[in-house]
């Protein structure tokens, strides 16, 4: 499972979240590594941009996250799931970019932010900030 060729559906992500057993190593790679993630709506094709960092339990704590709530708190997420409950169902997840878990909280965050602004993802997608 390279973590660039990552590519989830809410359903698949669900899956793995919750049949650990099964997909114990998703768990051992993506809590090893923090980084940026893509959030894809594929019913609009906006993009929502997060990130993750080893404060969170790297980028499984934060996708658990989602597959537990469907929206993981996130403002526009959250209307969307508010709006239609099986919204999550248009959600895939990929992941943009990897570093250590031991990468500073901020300098994952300036990243989220370029790729934000790479992405266009403010003014034409789902992130508020």
Sequence with gaps: MPDDKV???????????????????WEEKLSAVAGVYLITDT???????????GEQGGIWG???E?????HGGNKRLVELMTADAEY???????ILEVFPIKRDK??????????KKKMWSIQFGLNDN
């Design 106 to 115: 901020h300098e994952v965050l300036e990243y989220e932010t370029l790729y």
């Design 43 to 53: 019913k609009t094709g906006k993009h929502y941009v997060g990130s993750a960092s």
């Design 7 to 25: 590519l989830l559906s809410y359903e698949a992500l669900h899956k793995i979240v919750y049949n650990k057993a099964a997909y114990k190593e």
């Design 62 to 64: 934060r996708w658990s």
């Design 66 to 70: 989602y597959a537990r709530t469907k």
């Design 88 to 94: 999550c169902n248009y959600f895939q997840y990929s």
